[in-house]
């Protein structure tokens, strides 16, 4: 017999994926243990429980994977590759209206003006202050994109505008922005995307209070401060609008000690990402709700209602670099970022993009 722990290390399904699929019928334990309701299983459901873990990462419906493995067990061939066959199909026409969707909106962005290209032919000169700069570049560097299909997204967006700057980085899977102050460059909007060993070469520089003058001209940004320099050309591409990114609705605000919070992350229960929706690979996640009285907790129960799923990683990346004791977490829907918030600016925050629960 395997145990459940056994059965999800060697056929790549999560315990809380086993578990759901012996509630739904598709594959049952062979024994029950009646005291505890620990699953155990015999060593012939391994071969079921690996074919199950290929037919959900090719997207098989749940009432499909069900009819497979009766007919898999039954030696009913010519069911089983119908199945197959079916769900091939569809998966063909998929992609097939996939490729016509974007081909038109490839067509409509080659039609389109672009309305960010006046953002990098001004010159901006605007002054800030080194440790602000230093905060804000510190929280939002973690989630830079360091996917190369992604180079648009490969550093920090500097967006100059209304006497701040603010800073913004993302990875698709994470956004983090901050603002600093300035004192002149006033002038119109001005953006510029720098990479990231760039923005790590000025974090560099900004160690003591002296003043920091950036110089955003064109593809190129400058950096001088304490009589040290740092420059370097931004990167050739559009930054998406971040602006209609961080707009949503407003969610249930609950603040958190961060240091006993991170522990109860760290070593509360995690579950394995079944979905590969999140850079191609498969993470731990942490499952969060708001209790009755009003705290964060992690969830221990599959069947918790009103959850959030979140990378644990890049939770604890969040929590680390906004330096702070306290921090405010807030949910919306369980399909909606969560937002991790300082308790003393509205313009410095992170957002974590949910993974979806399907069992």
């Not at 098989?60 to 898999?72: E, N, S, V």
């Not at 590969?276 to 221990?300: F, H, I, N, P, Y």
Request: glycine content about 8%.
């Amino acid at each position: 017999m395997r145990s459940i722990g056994e059965m999800a290390r060697d056929s790549g399904l999560g315990v809380s994926a086993l578990r759901f699929y012996d509630r739904a019928g598709v594959l049952v334990p062979a024994w029950v243990d009646p005291v505890s309701g620990y699953r155990w299983y015999g060593t012939e459901q391994l071969e079921e429980s690996r074919l199950l873990a290929r037919l959900r990462r090719a997207g098989m419906p749940l009432a499909d994977i069900r009819l497979i493995l009766a007919g898999w067990s039954g030696a009913d061939t010519e069911l089983v590759l119908k199945l197959l066959e079916a769900h091939l199909r569809r998966l063909e026409l998929g992609l097939s209206d996939a490729r016509d969707e974007f081909s038109a909106i490839r067509a409509l962005l080659e039609h389109r003006e672009n309305p960010m290209a006046s953002l990098r032919t001004t010159t901006s000169r605007p002054a800030v202050s080194a440790p602000e700069l230093a905060a804000a570049l510190d929280a939002v560097r973690f989630a830079a994109c360091a996917d190369p299909e992604f180079p648009m997204l490969g550093g920090v967006l500097f967006d100059i505008e209304g006497g701040a700057v603010r800073v913004v980085a993302t990875d698709r899977y994470r956004m983090a922005v901050a603002r600093v102050g300035t004192t002149g460059g006033a002038g119109p909007r001005v953006q510029a995307i720098v990479p990231s060993p760039l923005v790590d070469a000025m974090r560099a520089l900004l160690s003591d209070d002296a003043p920091v003058e950036l110089t955003l001209d064109g593809d190129r940004v400058v950096m001088e401060t304490g009589g040290r320099q740092v420059a370097g050309r931004c990167l050739d591409h559009e930054f998406p609008d971040y602006r209609r990114l961080v707009r949503l609705p407003a969610g249930r605000r609950v603040p958190v000690e961060v240091p006993a919070f991170r522990e109860a992350v760290e070593t509360g229960p995690v579950r394995a990402s079944e979905v590969r929706e999140q850079s191609g690979a498969a993470c731990d996640l942490t499952v969060l709700k708001v209790t009755r009285d009003g705290a964060v907790a992690v969830c221990e129960n599959d069947e918790e209602e009103h959850r959030v799923a979140v990378n644990r990683e890049f939770l604890l990346d969040a929590l680390d670099t906004a330096a702070r004791d306290e921090l405010v977490l807030e949910f919306g829907a369980p399909t909606a970022p969560l937002a991790i918030r300082r308790t003393d600016t509205e313009e410095t925050f992170s957002l974590l993009m949910p993974f979806r629960l399907e069992n």
